[in-house]
């Protein structure tokens, strides 16, 4: 089993910066993905930054594309199961309750749909007031 833990949530300022960070316990051989998504109170989960354990090759959602870093914590190859989320030039609509997501992507067209993923986090809440 895989747990994931999330932490740095809080709020800040229209502008101001964040950063979450996630690491996740258990079997690291039954993921290649550490992602993140997040969920607005009546809208779906939108994921947005994922990471693959391989080449730390990074995706992110256009609503977040240069203004959010995602990393691993460590670079070596034994040791990735955590991950620093940077959020930058935050804006009100990044608020929300943030999920750290691990799970075995195999295509591409996988990465963004969330029954790929099989353990969540509990989730960690992102305020941004204007």
């Known amino acids: 089993q895989v747990q994931p833990v999330e932490s740095g949530g809080g709020s800040v300022e229209a502008g101001g910066s964040l950063t979450l960070s996630c690491t996740a316990s258990?079997?690291?051989?039954?993921?290649?993905?550490m992602s993140w998504w997040r969920q607005v109170p009546g809208k779906e989960r939108e994921g947005i930054a994922a990471?693959?354990?391989?080449?730390?090759?990074?995706?992110?959602?256009?609503s977040v594309k240069g203004r959010f870093a995602l990393s691993f914590a460590s670079s070596q190859q034994n040791t990735k199961n955590s991950v620093n989320l940077q959020m930058n030039r935050l804006k009100p609509e990044d608020s929300g309750m943030y999920y750290c997501?691990?799970?075995?992507?195999?295509?591409?067209?996988?990465?963004?749909?969330?029954?790929?993923?099989?353990?969540w986090g509990q989730g960690t809440q992102v305020t941004v007031s204007s």
């Open positions: 997501v691990t799970g075995w992507v195999t295509l591409l067209s996988e990465l963004w749909d969330a029954s790929t993923y099989k353990w």
């Open positions: 258990g079997d690291d051989w039954r993921y290649n993905v």
């Open positions: 990471i693959y354990k391989s080449d730390d090759d990074t995706f992110y959602a256009d």
